[in-house]
């Protein structure tokens, strides 16, 4: 376990930015599983805010019907990356065709079990074999329960990749699916195999 993180991490996550990033959340959700969209305090973690995504967790994919992700929040950074606005899409559009399963699959774990999602994106190896982007997507309960959970994914550290590496428009196009993820039990558990 990180010094000061609540969680256990993985290796390729135990980060001091990861550390900050979940102790903010933890806080947040206070004695609950999971906190209140009304109890995010931004201030927190505005350091992290161009280099995160709120996403509204409405209908996973199936076998049978496409799922959707909305993106109600996108940082800068992901704009410059990616040449595009994504607010307002479906992730999922954004994803490759073969990785919208696993991706739909992934992230509607993290927000119904509920749990914490890390992973790692590699735009090349990072020192000491690390993905060069590292992130976790947290579950958040809108204050209105009609609505849909959401999940703040948010990018904590970029190794030593520059932004421009990952500018080139042939290879993201799309949303790369990330090389490494776990999921982290907050106190309901994990679910199986993912």
Sequence with gaps: MGQDCPFELPHFAD?????????????????KIVPLRSQVTLFHINHFLSRAMLFDMETPDTEHAPGRINCRYVGSVFHEIYGQDFTGQNYLDVTATEDRYIRSKRLFAAANQPCIAVWGVAAGEGPGGLPSAIGASMPVKPDDPEKAMQLLHVVVALGDVAF????NREKYDTVQLSDRFSLIDIGKGIPGQI
Aim: no cysteine; proline share 5%; aromatic share 14%.
């Design 164 to 167: 421009s590496d990952f500018a």
């Design 15 to 31: 980060l001091p930015q990861m550390h900050e990033l979940l102790l903010a959340w933890d806080s947040w959700r206070g004695e």
